[in-house]
């Protein structure tokens, strides 16, 4: 079993920078794959980014390409997203997620955070 904790959320102008943290407990967090979601108020949870349990394979929402980063550190039992040239439609609650396979579906995932707010002012 995997418990997170997500932390790094905030408020930042359009432009601007932030890096979210998710902290997991449990001795088989390398055998994971993490993901990162998001949910704005009224809207369905969508996927953000995953990484595979070694860090060598990514995958991205086509809205975050190129300006958010996902990463891990397995010593540390942290994976990270790094979100630059933020937007007012990032504006969110992002969540880390956990599961034994990658995917872009919420319900594929076992693990779940209870989420940080993330808002964009323009």
């Known amino acids: 079993q995997v418990q997170l904790v997500e932390s790094g959320g905030g408020s930042v102008q359009a432009g601007g920078s932030l890096r979210l943290s998710c902290a997991a407990s449990?001795?088989?967090?390398?055998?994971?794959?993490m993901g990162w979601f998001r949910q704005a108020p009224g809207k369905e949870r969508e996927f953000v980014a995953w990484?595979?349990?070694?860090?060598?394979?990514?995958s991205y929402a086509d809205s975050v390409k190129g300006r958010f980063t996902i990463s891990r550190d397995n010593a540390k039992n942290m994976v990270y997203l790094q979100m630059i040239s933020l937007r007012p439609e990032d504006t969110a609650v992002y969540y880390c997620?956990?599961?034994?396979?990658?995917?872009?579906?919420?319900?594929?995932?076992?693990?779940w955070g209870q989420g940080t707010q993330v808002t964009v002012s323009s």
């Open positions: 990484i595979n349990w070694s860090g060598s394979l990514t």
């Open positions: 449990g001795r088989t967090f390398s055998s994971y794959i």
């Open positions: 997620a956990a599961d034994r396979a990658p995917g872009t579906r919420p319900d594929g995932y076992d693990y």
